[in-house]
């Protein structure tokens, strides 16, 4: 039986948490699952609504389960949090208890539920047999803190290259997304939320380079968005990771995606370590609907409109006789411009 979470699933979820799979990499690697936090504290988030199910065995059919999505009210996307066990989604409670996550996120008003998972864990193959399609590609890299323990390790002063973002950069970035985005990844996923923490390079009034950031107790997201015309990304890079404060124990994180793959080669010159290979899948919850639509045609002041396909009117009494076959002709009025006669052949109308 699947219903959604309730009290009575306290000691449960307490009891799962441990062993689930999370399946959102920016939330796994600043801020962790925190699927009971989510769970308690949906209602009191008027923002981002949480939706936590469990799966309960019937009569010892199979194990209990939770899965967990999170969706933004404003987003057209839900994506796919938590799932444990961890290896439910090999079972048949696992597939229902995912299905029945998809159909929740849907009446929701979501379009699409993603979920990023490294593509050599057995949920890789179980989400593609869900109907989760691959749509995109990543790699997340790991730049650690540095090693005094203990101690903050001081921003610098920002450079020239870099500024903090403002409010009249939003249709730069928007801009500067469209041409970087495939067209496939902009159906799905919509232009990274400006949050006010976003770094923005500009050469001669133009903005070239975006970093999406986001900062949580276990670590920093960045995400990147460079364009191939930036000059000296080495350079550029390691001036960021030079401005940005990390403390103890919480490393920085970058994550690139497959349309900017050639950034890969910058990070390991960089220092930079890989941590994971990750698919980024989506399942679609609607399907474009196209049928024409009749409009009415409103006439010009003063212009009267007349039909212009012929109109026809079938004479109902019998016409002349034909001297040589001895039948009855149909004679047709035909509204054409001539305004002339024709004579119809018996047996059309």
Same mark, same amino acid.
């Given at each position: 039986?699947?219903?959604?979470?309730?009290?009575?699933?306290?000691?449960?979820?307490?009891?799962?948490?441990?062993? #689930?799979?999370?399946?959102?990499?920016?939330?796994?690697?600043?801020?962790?699952?925190? +699927?009971?936090?989510?769970?308690?504290?949906?209602?009191?988030? =008027?923002? @981002?609504?949480?939706?936590?199910?469990?799966?309960?065995?019937?009569?010892?059919?199979?194990?209990?389960?939770? #899965?967990?999505?999170?969706?933004?009210?404003?987003?057209?996307?839900? &994506?796919?949090?938590?799932?444990?066990?961890?290896? +439910?989604?090999? $079972?048949?409670?696992?597939? /229902?208890?995912?299905?029945?996550?998809?159909?929740?996120?849907?009446? @929701?008003?979501?379009?699409?539920?993603?979920?990023? *998972?490294?593509?050599?864990?057995?949920?890789?193959?179980?989400? &593609?047999?869900?109907?989760?399609?691959?749509?995109?590609? /990543? &790699?997340?890299?790991?730049?650690?803190? =540095?090693?005094?323990? #203990?101690?903050?390790?001081?921003?610098?002063?920002?450079?020239?290259?870099?500024?903090?973002?403002?409010?009249?950069?939003?249709?730069?970035?928007?801009?500067?997304?469209? %041409?970087?985005?495939?067209?496939?990844?902009?159906? *799905?996923?919509?232009?990274?939320?400006? %949050?006010?923490?976003?770094?923005?390079?500009?050469?001669?009034?133009?903005?070239?380079?975006?970093?999406? +950031?986001?900062?949580?107790?276990?670590?920093?997201?960045? @995400?990147?968005?460079?364009?191939?015309? *930036?000059?000296?990304?080495?350079?550029?890079?390691?001036?960021?990771?030079?401005?940005?404060?990390?403390?103890? #124990?919480?490393?920085?994180?970058?994550?690139?995606?497959?349309?900017?793959?050639?950034?890969?080669?910058?990070? $390991?010159?960089?220092?930079?370590?890989?941590?994971?290979?990750?698919?980024?899948?989506?399942?679609?919850?609607?399907?474009?609907?196209?049928?024409?639509?009749?409009?009415?045609?409103?006439?010009?002041?003063?212009?009267?409109?007349? =039909?212009?396909?012929?109109?026809?009117?079938?004479?109902?009494?019998?016409?002349?006789?034909?001297?040589?076959?001895?039948?009855?002709?149909?004679? +047709?009025?035909?509204?054409?411009?001539? &305004?002339?006669?024709?004579?119809?052949?018996?047996?059309?109308?």
């Amino acid at each position: 039986m699947i219903r959604p979470f309730d009290w009575r699933d306290l000691s449960l979820l307490h009891r799962l948490r441990a062993g #689930g799979l999370c399946l959102d990499a920016q939330l796994a690697y600043t801020r962790g699952p925190n +699927t009971l936090q989510h769970a308690v504290l949906d209602a009191l988030n =008027p923002i @981002q609504s949480a939706c936590t199910l469990v799966a309960r065995a019937q009569g010892g059919d199979g194990p209990d389960c939770i #899965g967990q999505y999170l969706y933004r009210h404003q987003d057209s996307l839900a &994506r796919l949090t938590f799932v444990s066990p961890a290896d +439910t989604l090999n $079972e048949w409670p696992g597939m /229902q208890l995912l299905d029945a996550l998809t159909r929740a996120a849907g009446s @929701q008003g979501a379009r699409h539920l993603v979920a990023e *998972v490294d593509e050599h864990l057995p949920a890789f193959e179980a989400l &593609r047999r869900a109907g989760f399609a691959v749509y995109a590609r /990543q &790699r997340i890299w790991r730049l650690d803190p =540095p090693p005094e323990v #203990g101690s903050l390790h001081a921003a610098s002063p920002a450079p020239a290259a870099w500024r903090h973002e403002g409010a009249g950069d939003e249709i730069a970035v928007a801009m500067l997304y469209a %041409n970087l985005v495939p067209a496939l990844v902009q159906q *799905v996923e919509p232009p990274p939320h400006r %949050n006010g923490r976003g770094w923005v390079h500009g050469q001669q009034s133009e903005i070239l380079a975006y970093l999406s +950031t986001d900062r949580g107790p276990l670590g920093t997201w960045v @995400q990147p968005y460079l364009h191939p015309a *930036v000059d000296s990304v080495d350079d550029l890079l390691q001036s960021f990771f030079s401005t940005i404060p990390r403390r103890p #124990g919480r490393p920085v994180y970058i994550v690139v995606r497959s349309y900017q793959g050639w950034l890969n080669d910058i990070l $390991e010159r960089l220092g930079l370590q890989p941590v994971c290979d990750q698919a980024v899948m989506v399942r679609r919850l609607v399907v474009p609907v196209r049928q024409p639509a009749v409009a009415a045609e409103r006439a010009p002041a003063g212009v009267t409109i007349k =039909p212009t396909a012929p109109m026809a009117r079938i004479d109902l009494e019998p016409g002349p006789r034909d001297p040589a076959g001895g039948r009855d002709r149909a004679w +047709t009025l035909c509204a054409q411009p001539d &305004r002339r006669m024709r004579r119809t052949p018996p047996g059309i109308w």
